[in-house]
């Protein structure tokens, strides 16, 4: 393997050649077979070249914008007060830069594709330019406003052949689309041209032309989505930060590599992501085995490595919830004075967004915490989970994390008391549990269904990962409830969020199978 500094670094290499490979592979054909050759052959050695210098920018648009996590955008004056305001102006001058990288590398692209040695007078090349430049803008707005600079992990992984032709026919349709809008845009635009920088309206002129260009803006558009759907694929797909199978390296520390990525990488980058997307394909599959096995050492610094790091970005999330949540019950006082006032859009609501920024990273903690704990159930020889205290940290970081998400879209999280149990654990309801825990149903209309969504999805995947944990525990979870020690063999003294009483309420839920 390749140094883990170097993985994104050869990952963009091999993006541009096969960029370059796709491009030639739908330039050609296309100048021969749908458009005129041009007669000239430095032309079309010029328009060659143009169209891949156009590919080229295009490539270094992607690398300027594409992110493995989103970005929340906050409106202007409450973006000034933030302290991440550097980083959102810089997010939205890469937007900027990749919008007037886009337009040139359109009309580039759209020139190098329609002009011909024949037609080169100055309405032509006019309306050439607001066609490639229209094709730019388009795409460039459809690019971001449709957050496709986001890189989207698949949930199952597969070669590389076989993943870029799962998304041909996407991309077909899709290039026709932005093709016509981009025509479209482009007659809209040069009706407004003075008439020396028109040609003579002529119908059948005009159909031909009209012809011509969304020819040419579709070839250019199958080019750019191909792009689009290769760096998707190249960069998303799962990389092993282990040494070969057989070396000294995996015979003596194999997981080495792996923790120095996951603990020295940039926070919230493409390199961090791929670590964590491998150590939670090792954690719940037996893909490498023996990669697992080195979790569960003797010593138990490995494992305590592993868990601290999957830990560490659900405690973040969990962390910003609470603030958010803490602040939302400062508000709701204030909306009780003023009620009158509209709902705006505050620094509160800022932090409940991003916080869900980091959502597929946090899957993959959860789901690779809820793993490796069920696994040393039957493959920790040395028995490094329990003594540890890694299995009470797990679970209480998953309870936590769930207890705020739950707070966060509404629902009451505080203990119930015993008098309010009926028979069956039926819980009676009550008038006066409606406002509780500093977050309403009130505000939960006023965020947006973004929001909402990424957390409902959130809380299912951590309550999967939970009961992945009990299912396998279940039969000495129910000793310790028997024995009234379940507290302490599985939840933590001090807890992110919440208390020890609900947490143990909710591992009791969890028990009997009734947490939904």
Request: positive net charge; glycine residues 4%.
């Given at each position: 393997m390749a140094a883990p500094e170097d993985v994104v670094k050869n990952r963009w290499l091999g993006f541009l050649i096969w960029q370059s490979i796709a491009g030639a592979a739908v330039y050609l054909p296309s100048i021969v077979l749908l458009l005129r050759r041009p007669r000239s052959v430095a032309l079309f050695l010029l328009s060659f070249l143009s169209f891949h210098l156009s590919l080229l920018l295009l490539s270094l648009s992607f690398f300027f914008l594409s992110s493995p996590r989103p970005l929340t955008y906050t409106p202007l004056?409450?973006?000034?007060?933030?302290?991440?305001?550097?980083?959102?102006?810089?997010?939205?001058?890469?937007?900027?830069?990749?919008?007037?990288?886009?337009?040139?590398?359109?009309?580039?692209?759209?020139?190098?594709?329609?002009?011909?040695?024949?037609?080169?007078?100055a309405p032509t090349l006019t309306e050439v330019a607001l066609t490639g430049s229209a094709f730019g803008v388009v795409y460039a707005m459809h690019y971001v406003l449709r957050k496709r600079w986001i890189l989207q992990f698949p949930i199952i992984q597969r070669p590389l052949f076989f993943s870029f032709k799962m998304g041909l026919s996407a991309c077909l349709k899709r290039a026709l689309k932005l093709s016509a809008q981009a025509v479209t845009c482009s007659i809209v635009l040069v009706m407004f041209l003075p008439s020396e920088f028109r040609s003579e309206f002529r119908f059948g002129r005009f159909l031909i032309q009209l012809f011509n260009f969304y020819i040419g803006t579709s070839v250019v558009s199958i080019c750019w989505e191909l792009?689009?759907?290769?760096?998707?694929?190249?960069?998303?797909?799962?990389?092993?930060?282990?040494?070969?199978?057989?070396?000294?390296?995996a015979e003596t520390n194999p997981s080495e590599i792996l923790l120095e990525t996951l603990e020295q990488s940039s926070p919230r980058s493409l390199l961090q992501y791929l670590a964590y997307l491998d150590l939670c394909t090792v954690s719940e599959s037996n893909v490498e085995p023996w990669r697992r096995a080195a979790f569960f050492e003797e010593s138990g610094e490995t494992y305590r490595r592993v868990i601290a790091a999957c830990s560490r970005p659900l405690e973040q999330l969990t962390s910003m919830i609470t603030e958010g949540l803490?602040?939302?019950?400062?508000?709701?006082?204030?909306?009780?004075?003023?009620?009158?006032?509209?709902?705006?859009?505050?620094?509160?609501?800022?932090?409940?967004?991003?916080?869900?920024?980091?959502?597929?990273?946090?899957?993959?903690?959860?789901?690779?915490?809820?793993?490796?704990?069920?696994?040393?159930?039957?493959?920790?020889?040395?028995?490094?989970?329990?003594?540890?205290?890694?299995?009470?940290?797990?679970?209480?970081?998953?309870?936590s994390c769930l207890l705020a998400i739950e707070a966060c879209v509404g629902k009451k999280t505080s203990p119930q008391p015993t008098h309010l149990m009926g028979p069956g654990n039926i819980r009676w309801a009550t008038m006066n549990t409606v406002r509780k825990d500093g977050v309403t149903s009130m505000r939960n209309k006023i965020r947006s269904g973004v929001l909402n969504s990424e957390a409902y999805a959130m809380a299912d995947v951590i309550r999967t990962s939970i009961y992945h944990i009990v299912s396998v525990f279940h039969a000495d979870m129910q000793a310790n409830a028997k024995t009234s020690v379940l507290e302490k063999n599985w939840i933590v003294r001090k807890p992110l969020y919440g208390s020890t009483e609900i947490l143990v309420q909710k591992l009791n839920q969890f028990l009997h199978f009734h947490a939904t």
């Open positions: 004056l409450s973006g000034l007060l933030s302290p991440d305001f550097r980083r959102r102006a810089g997010l939205a001058l890469r937007a900027l830069l990749f919008f007037l990288i886009s337009t040139v590398a359109g009309f580039l692209s759209v020139a190098s594709v329609c002009i011909r040695s024949e037609v080169l007078d792009s689009h759907h290769l760096l998707q694929v190249v960069h998303t797909r799962r990389c092993a930060f282990a040494p070969p199978k057989g070396s000294a390296a803490e602040g939302y019950s400062k508000n709701e006082i204030d909306s009780l004075s003023h009620p009158l006032n509209l709902p705006t859009y505050t620094h509160m609501d800022s932090r409940l967004l991003e916080a869900f920024n980091d959502f597929q990273l946090c899957t993959w903690c959860a789901r690779a915490a809820a793993a490796i704990t069920a696994r040393s159930h039957s493959e920790d020889r040395y028995g490094v989970a329990q003594l540890t205290g890694c299995n009470a940290a797990v679970v209480s970081t998953l309870l």
